[in-house]
């Protein structure tokens, strides 16, 4: 009981924080967004579009679009001269969130998330409940039971959720890029090899020229120091004795 206090205890904490960092975060002012935008573990965050534009997933898109205007009005650089540069990389996610959303494919991806982290919120959730009957206490809430408490649950897995798709994108790129440096290497081995080869043929055929010559003009030295032999070496025979 005591342990289960102290984690009760623990989540309210959290919680309270977390809410008051909403609230923080729901000021609309230049500083404030731009801070919000580049917190530490912002790479993360700003994965989810609907986060950076601190729009509901059900929302219009005109109500999306209104948003994202007056958000980039905030953060523009323009506007921000005193920090230009973190300006200008807030006003780039932004920019960033609202192509994701204004596309219709990009925007159902989004919210096919949205709604894998509502059932995924919601068997866990179903998963509690068990546990509850099966320990005695069916009548005991559980922290989600707390509309604004399941809503933060669907967020934080659909933040989770974001940021596996982010890692499995990732590990693809990374993988494709090892597939594709691999197979840089072996055409340029194999165009190395063809170079060789035709290097050596063409050394081959100009080599196999000499040899030609050579050998023709071998033989017709050779045949010219034959005949000369013969002709030098030349003695006629010797007269026979006659016989009476």
Not at 46 to 63: C, G, K, M
Not at 77 to 94: C, G, H, L, T, V
Not at 124 to 153: F, L, S, T, V, W
Request: net charge positive; proline share 5%; charged share 45%.
């Amino acid at each position: 009981m005591s342990s289960s206090s102290e984690k009760k205890e623990s989540f309210e904490e959290f919680y309270c924080e977390v809410k008051e960092i909403e609230k923080r975060d729901s000021v609309l002012t230049p500083k404030q967004q731009i801070e919000r935008l580049l917190r530490p573990g912002s790479t993360y965050f700003n994965l989810n579009p609907f986060e950076v534009l601190q729009v509901e997933p059900d929302a219009s898109l005109d109500d999306i679009k209104k948003k994202y205007r007056r958000l980039s009005i905030l953060v523009h650089p323009d506007k921000n001269m005193d920090d230009a540069e973190r300006a200008q990389q807030a006003f780039e996610i932004i920019n960033r969130a609202w192509k994701t959303l204004e596309n219709e494919d990009s925007r159902k991806k989004c919210l096919d998330i949205y709604q894998e982290a509502k059932e995924r919120t919601d068997h866990m959730i179903d998963q509690k409940r068990k546990k509850q009957r099966k320990e005695g206490r069916n009548d005991e809430p559980i922290p989600e039971d707390d509309p604004d408490k399941y809503k933060h649950a669907v967020y934080v897995m659909t933040m989770k959720l974001f940021a596996d798709m982010e890692r499995k994108r990732q590990h693809l790129e990374t993988r494709d890029m090892e597939e594709r440096k691999r197979k840089r290497e072996a055409e340029i081995e194999q165009e190395e090899q063809m170079s060789l080869e035709k290097e050596w043929a063409k050394n081959f055929e100009e080599s196999r020229q000499n040899r030609v010559d050579s050998w023709k003009t071998f033989q017709s030295t050779s045949g010219k120091e034959k005949k000369k032999k013969k002709i030098l070496g030349f003695k006629p025979p010797k007269p026979k004795p006659e016989s009476r």
